[in-house]
């Protein structure tokens, strides 16, 4: 019996105990491989390899990739000046980027507090920690032109460069006279921040032409952001089109006269406050009027019911678990917490289960569907899939044949029960 078929044969309890035994021993490990690199670079054995430093003895001698070099050298340092980290990390109690987000911040005052109160926490709860403590000024509003992607073979010379708006700070109204080569992307021109939270943004900034040999980042790896700036304020960033450019520029020039001076913050804030308030209405009835029953469409023999959840019942849902999924581990009690817009039945409409307050929770779509998968099985699961790709393909074909209906039209099928909603159709 080889490794892998010795695991596959482990009940459920077996292996996550296993588990934790070998993450156990995986820190205790980390930890002692930490103490061998600052006794190496101590004695600056890596010199002795014909290594220039100690990052390119781990990337070429020892086969470490680059930001593993850069985390267990920089942790490997914070150690040496700070022996109660190599016990902090053996425990397990802060993960090793966790150390490298705090070790410019640590003294020989705040060493011991600092990892207390970083014990337990994820990346993004540590960087939110350094935030409070060492909070950043507010970043100024800003719209930068992102580097062109390979032109798209349907665009053939009639598409012209994105304007380049705004210039560094304020509003988004005049469009600039700036040349590409003005348009520079932000790695290349940021001041530098010895934070480390800073140099983790900086990867996913906009990214430097393709032409430019010192970097490895493609577009793809550019995503939306959120950097926690200090206690309560954050620096949002996300790539959009000029249309939303546009867009925002209009609604800054109309709100100007609320609000005249008013930033990015004001608008996008108010936008998304009037966009959540339509979409809760839409989707749990929240703020509507009551409306008269309709005639029931297809019903569940068992209870004899509509699929169709009662407003209802949806509002009392979202007012009990507040979008938040309800999903708990029975053993720790921990509950999952992730944001949710799925109903979920606990026993499946399919199967008889009722649409009641008492039998439907908001779970996240990936909870959704792994109860989707165990009430169901697995096959049916994937035979739904496929079934759903099949109805989403011709509905593509059709809308593509056809004009655009409105968009209200889609809102009835929004606010359905959503056994899986991303998986579609199974009677949750
Ligand atoms: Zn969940």
Redesign the pocket.
């Known amino acids: 019996m080889d490794a892998m078929e010795a695991i596959t044969k482990l009940t459920d309890s077996e292996l996550i105990t296993a588990l934790k035994e070998l993450v156990g021993h995986s820190n205790q490990l980390t930890a002692e491989l930490l103490r061998h690199l600052a006794e190496v670079e101590q004695r600056r054995l890596h010199l002795e390899a014909a290594c220039s430093s100690m990052h390119v003895y781990c990337t070429e001698v020892l086969g470490f990739d680059d930001a593993t070099a850069y985390n267990r050298i920089y942790v490997a340092r914070l150690a040496r000046r700070f022996p109660i980290v190599f016990d902090v990390l053996a425990q397990g109690r802060v993960h090793l980027t966790g150390l490298r987000l705090l070790a410019p911040h640590i003294t020989e005052d705040n060493v011991a507090e600092l990892l207390e109160a970083a014990a337990g926490k994820t990346k993004r709860q540590i960087e939110k920690l350094i935030a409070e403590r060492a909070p950043k000024p507010d970043v100024p509003d800003r719209v930068r032109k992102r580097p062109q992607p390979a032109r798209p073979a349907a665009c053939s010379g009639t598409c012209s460069p994105q304007p380049t708006l705004g210039g560094e700070v304020g509003t988004v109204g005049s469009r600039s006279e700036r040349t590409d080569s003005d348009a520079r992307p932000a790695m290349a021109t940021a001041a530098p921040d010895s934070t480390s939270a800073a140099a983790h943004v900086a990867v996913i900034e906009p990214v430097p032409p393709s032409n430019a040999p010192s970097s490895n980042v493609t577009p793809s790896a550019v995503a939306e952001s959120v950097e926690p700036r200090s206690a309560d304020r954050y620096k949002i960033e996300f790539t959009g089109s000029a249309e939303v450019v546009d867009r925002l520029a209009r609604v800054q020039a109309l709100m100007a006269h609320r609000e005249p001076g008013c930033g990015f913050e004001v608008v996008v804030g108010q936008a998304l406050e009037l966009l959540e308030a339509k979409l809760l209405k839409e989707r749990f009835g929240v703020g509507a009027k009551p409306r008269q029953a309709r005639p029931r469409r297809r019903t569940n023999s068992a209870n004899n019911t509509t699929r169709h959840v009662p407003r209802a019942v949806r509002r009392e849902v979202y007012e009990r678990d507040g979008l938040r999924?309800a999903?708990i581990d029975p053993e720790s009690a921990r509950r999952?917490g992730?944001v949710?817009v799925e109903l979920q039945h606990h026993r499946p409409y399919a199967l008889g289960g009722e649409h009641s307050t008492a039998n439907v929770s908001l779970?996240?779509k990936?909870?959704n569907a792994h109860a989707a998968r165990k009430d169901f099985g697995e096959a049916h699961i994937e035979a739904a899939v496929e079934r759903q790709r099949g109805r989403r393909a011709a509905r593509k074909a059709r809308q593509s044949a056809a004009p655009q209906q409105p968009a209200v039209a889609r809102s009835t099928a929004e606010t359905r029960p959503t056994a899986a909603a991303q998986l579609g159709l199974f009677g949750s």
Do not use: Q
């Open positions: 999924c999903f999952c992730e949710a779970f996240c990936t909870h």
